[in-house]
């Protein structure tokens, strides 16, 4: 399955300590940072690994509660 997120770089001005912020506009908390734009693109990769990962955790179904996974296409 694949979908496509928009991920935001901003470059932080040199009076600020430079570098780059990123965060995808569609899934909220998943934000980062880097001194380069690479780094900052791979810092954001974990970053949404991260909430991901964290997200299943939360919704791990209570003992003898059956829930349904599934795939799920989103097009915009």
Known sequence: MEMVLTAVFEEVSETEGGGYVAYVE???GAISQGDTLD???E???DAI???L????E??????GKRITREPI???A
Do not use: D, F, G, W
């Open 43 to 45: 810092n954001l990769r």
């Open 26 to 28: 569609e899934l909220p």
């Open 49 to 51: 690994s991260m909430i």
């Open 39 to 41: 780094e900052a693109r």
């Open 73 to 75: 296409r989103i097009v």
């Open 58 to 63: 939360l919704t791990k179904p209570e003992q």
């Open 53 to 56: 990962e964290a997200n299943r």
